[in-house]
């Protein structure tokens, strides 16, 4: 995710997020739970994944992606789990 997109995510947007700890990076739908914004730089995000919600994860920045996947967002994650699959 851009670092423009990024700062603009509110509590409750829903994204998509990598799973860093799985091999083949699996994508897991998943809400902001928590905005602590940045000046200047790249706001602190907090994330609940569905399948976990009570688990408030701080995943980086490159691993969310809006819940829409925009198709032009190169991600070596993405590429790395569909080489595995
Ligand atoms: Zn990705």
Redesign the pocket.
């Known amino acids: 995710m851009l670092e423009f997109q990024w700062n603009a995510l509110r509590q409750g947007d829903r994204v998509v997020v990598?799973d860093d700890l799985d091999p083949a990076?699996g994508?897991h739908d998943a809400t902001v739970a928590l905005v602590r914004p940045h000046y200047p730089g790249a706001s602190e995000i907090g994330v609940r994944r569905d399948d976990q919600p009570t688990v408030m994860s701080r995943p980086w920045r490159h691993?969310v992606?809006l819940a829409v996947i925009d198709s032009n967002d190169t991600?070596w994650?993405?590429e790395a789990g569909r080489a595995v699959h």
Request: aromatic share 12%.
């Open positions: 990598h990076f994508l691993a992606h991600c994650r993405c």
